[in-house]
């Protein structure tokens, strides 16, 4: 076989669908050369994702692509969607899990939950990791990766020639997908609950509106709940298209265990389906059986709810769905996938550039698994609530509210200064108001005269937030982050320069007006001082040291 050419790149990203384009996008962002390698000859061709989070948009906004994505979303649904359960489309209620997915989202952020479908999403952050910088290969596939001390030695090869060559890089970025060939190699096992159901997406087109059959419910995502079967539609904005997943079937060769529902033993829907049955589950969840309808594809896949035990091997770091496969009751797997991606871009940014120690890229996995290990235990819950309660809640954990899912999940590894009595894991925003560890909160604020929300002053570099009688910590900043050699952005929120007309800023961020708040590049607290300290550059340099896990640079 040509072993072809040679190329050096500091991070190879094996995958190049949602969450690898995401890695290729954030690594860029912070500046670092990327090459992603896709098997596929393109983005994704299938919606799949579809609901995305309040965390996730903040992070494309930070990222320049907001207004883009809400366009797009816009064309695609309704902004303000619900989510609810049914009988069928034209049938009974069953439970309304949000009747306007936007209802208080205000208070916490100055983004909004979207619909968008993955298939239109991915061309959207490949335009701007492109226009960024990134390289991404299509057809081409990484058949190997070996890691020594300096380094990573993958071969790729192109699909269409056969050609294979290798690649020399610092690091990997393992977003290949819930078979994670990346994964299995290095022998990283899986926990959680396994294979919950072979389930299908029937991608649809319907000759009539389905909107009015909604009556006055919210045009989103609506679960399926009939004897016949257990899933959930998406139904875009024109009423005539979207998908219907179907994870369950009844076993309705035996009329009386369909009648004995919810407790009938459910059958494996992707075995040997056909256009007609998927034809008649389709008409069945519609509600109206004659109605007419054009099947335009039926994808089979696994819902499965796991962890891998490990995020990281050395030089290879696993991200997205090679990390974390959940059911996409929750919509979690697509969001989580690209937090994965946004929490190790900085990391491995500020290692390239040695300015951080070796010790930054392990709390990769210690923030990102314990995130991965929760999410993997909320879908499930929510796909045992809501699509397979005959599973009983002996092996659930309770609900956790879906705003401290999004942006109340809290890190505590070494990047953070922790405050005694921190809660573990999450906590609802309401409660958290910058406390180190948790995402930096939302306040309006207006810089030289345009109004900003605070998250806007963070994703690059770290960030200073001086309360408005905290001069001296901003002006111990510049000299701190000159000694540790790191880029650091330092404002006193109060000031002319950036003003805060409701005074918000202080109790938001629980410090009062001569307290200070640092702020990671990815909008996450590092620390915070509650009130104004002797030292405040001897303070800031330790504090820099211990979150970018330099030495023993305890404050
Ligand atoms: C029906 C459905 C609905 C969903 N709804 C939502 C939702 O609403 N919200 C949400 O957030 N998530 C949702 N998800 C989950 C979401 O689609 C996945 O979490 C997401 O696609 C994961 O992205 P990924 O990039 O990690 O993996 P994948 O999308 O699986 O991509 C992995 C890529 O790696 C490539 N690859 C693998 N090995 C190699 C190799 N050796 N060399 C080169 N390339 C390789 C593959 O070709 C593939 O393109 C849903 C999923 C389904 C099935």
Redesign the pocket.
């Known amino acids: 076989m040509d072993r072809g050419t040679s190329e050096d790149v500091p991070v190879l990203i094996?995958?190049?669908?949602?969450?690898?384009?995401a890695a290729a996008l954030f690594l860029r962002w912070h500046g670092v050369g990327v090459l992603a390698?896709?098997?596929?000859a393109g983005t994704?061709i299938n919606?799949?994702?579809?609901?995305?989070?309040l965390r996730?948009v903040e992070i494309l906004r930070s990222a320049g692509l907001e207004d883009a994505v809400r366009r797009k979303s816009e064309e695609q649904y309704p902004p303000d969607g619900g989510i609810n359960n049914v009988e069928s489309l034209a049938g009974r209620e069953i439970a309304n899990y949000f009747p306007n997915l936007n209802a208080g989202v205000d208070e916490f952020s100055p983004a909004v939950r979207l619909f968008i479908n993955?298939d239109a999403l991915e061309p959207i952050i490949r335009a701007r990791a492109t226009e960024l910088g990134a390289r991404l290969r299509y057809r081409?596939?990484?058949?190997s990766l070996e890691q020594d001390a300096d380094g990573v030695a993958a071969v790729?090869r192109d699909l269409d020639s056969g050609t294979e060559s290798s690649v020399r890089a610092k690091y990997v970025v393992a977003?290949?997908?819930?078979?994670?060939?990346?994964r299995e190699r290095l022998g990283i096992g899986m926990h959680g609950h396994g294979l919950l159901s072979h389930?299908i997406?029937i991608y649809f087109r319907a000759l009539a509106d389905l909107g009015p059959l909604l009556a006055d419910r919210n045009q989103g995502v609506h679960y399926v709940t009939n004897p016949l079967m257990r899933g959930f539609f998406r139904l875009d904005r024109s009423g005539n298209a979207g998908?219907l997943?179907v994870n369950l079937v009844g076993d309705t060769s035996r009329p009386e265990i369909v009648a004995a529902f919810p407790s009938a033993p459910w059958a494996n829907v992707a075995e040997g389906i056909t256009e007609q049955r998927a034809l008649e589950l389709l008409r069945a969840a519609i509600g109206v059986p004659d109605i007419g309808v054009v099947i335009d594809n039926i994808?089979t896949?696994r819902a499965e709810a796991n962890c891998a035990d490990r995020f990281r091997d050395g030089r290879v770091f696993l991200?997205?769905?090679?990390a974390h496969?959940?059911p996409?009751n929750g919509?979690?797997?697509?969001?989580?996938?690209?937090q994965d991606a946004h929490n190790l871009a900085w990391k491995l940014a500020l290692t390239l550039t040695g300015v951080a120690g070796p010790g930054l890229l392990d709390t990769y996995d210690a923030e990102r698994r314990p995130v991965g290990e929760l999410t993997v235990e909320q879908a499930f819950t929510r796909y045992v609530t809501r699509v397979a309660p005959y599973l009983g809640t002996e092996n659930t954990q309770p609900i956790v509210d879906d705003f401290s899912m999004e942006i109340g999940y809290r890190y505590d590894s070494p990047a953070v200064v922790l405050e005694p009595g921190s809660p573990p894991l999450h906590e609802h925003p309401r409660e958290s108001r910058g406390r180190p560890g948790a995402r930096a909160p939302h306040v309006f604020l207006v810089r030289h005269g345009t109004e900003v929300s605070a998250l806007d002053l963070f994703g690059r570099d770290f960030v200073l937030l001086a309360g408005p009688e905290g001069g001296a910590w901003h002006a111990a900043a510049p000299a701190a982050a000159r000694r540790i050699g790191v880029a650091l952005d330092a404002y006193i929120v109060g000031s002319p320069g950036l003003a805060d007309a409701g005074g918000c800023f202080p109790e938001a961020y629980g410090i009062s007006p001569a307290g200070a708040v640092l702020v990671r590049p990815d909008g996450f607290v590092g620390w915070r001082a509650a009130d104004a300290a002797d030292a405040p550059e001897q303070t800031l340099r330790q504090v820099l040291q211990s979150l970018l896990c330099r030495g023993d640079g305890k404050p």
């Open positions: 094996v995958g190049g669908s949602l969450v690898g384009l390698v896709e098997r596929h994704a919606a799949r994702a579809g609901h995305f989070h996730t993955q081409t596939e990484c058949t790729i977003a290949d997908g819930n078979r994670s060939p990346v389930s997406t998908f997943v994808a896949w991200a997205g769905d090679a496969v959940v996409p919509g979690y797997g697509g969001n989580t996938g690209l």
